[in-house]
């Protein structure tokens, strides 16, 4: 289905605090009941949700200066004490076009393997490429130097039937970070947060995309020393 309420597609960001898991968008976790906002500027969208302990902030924005989507999260605490959070977020690379993917989904994602640079702290994923194509790369990773666990099988994160759906369930999950050729790839990243009473944390995680694995990160690096 092209439905996205059916089967939402994209980027997928989500908040655990001791009270409850949010949403930082309105998908995967349709019809909780939180304050939302969404605000779009001439070249950003920016995500606000807003409950009893914190406020959340997601936007999107193209860089001028690198071939980067900047994916900019902000967590305000509002209450009087400090909160331990954990981020989660999850994305499916396909590295073809929509019609391409969505003609043949399960058989596009065998060709997709996806590594990790440990000297970069940097995730990429290769579009295998047939005879006569360029291959395609996307790199990912955080501007900050943060601490994370990552899972490259969407297997692990998800859970059938409800796929997408199940995401909340992924905090309960251990991720392995084995990368390689994965029949049902993806993308998840957790990292823990710690917010002092009425205090902010502002992290970036950066998608990139190049010719070659290593100009694909490029972008990433070269944002970090900007």
């Not at 999260?73 to 499916?92: A, F, G, K, V």
């Not at 998840?188 to 990160?217: D, I, R």
Request: aromatic fraction near 8%.
């Amino acid at each position: 289905t092209s439905d996205l309420l059916k089967k939402p597609n994209g980027f997928f960001a989500l908040l655990k605090t001791p009270q409850k898991v949010i949403g930082l968008t309105s998908a995967p976790l349709y019809g909780a009941e939180d304050s939302r906002e969404v605000l779009f500027g001439d070249d950003s969208v920016r995500y606000i949700t807003r409950t009893a302990d914190v406020k959340t902030e997601l936007s999107a924005q193209i860089s001028r200066s690198m071939p980067c989507e900047v994916k900019t999260i902000r967590i305000d605490n509002r209450r009087s004490r400090h909160i331990d959070c954990e981020l989660l977020l999850y994305l499916e690379p396909a590295l073809a076009s929509w019609n391409d993917d969505a003609a043949h989904p399960a058989f596009s994602k065998l060709f997709v393997d996806i590594g990790y640079q440990p000297s970069t702290g940097i995730i990429t994923a290769k579009r295998k490429s047939r005879m006569g194509e360029d291959s395609l790369y996307l790199a990912a990773g955080f501007l900050e130097d943060l601490e994370f666990s990552m899972e490259f099988n969407r297997e692990h994160v998800l859970r059938s039937p409800k796929g997408i759906f199940s995401l909340s369930d992924a905090f309960q999950q251990n991720f392995n970070g084995k990368d390689g050729a994965i029949p049902d790839p993806c993308i998840a990243v957790k990292t823990k947060l710690n917010l002092p009473q009425h205090a902010s944390q502002e992290v970036h995680f950066v998608l990139s995309v190049g010719q070659t694995a290593e100009q694909a990160a490029d972008g990433i690096i070269g944002l970090r020393g900007s």
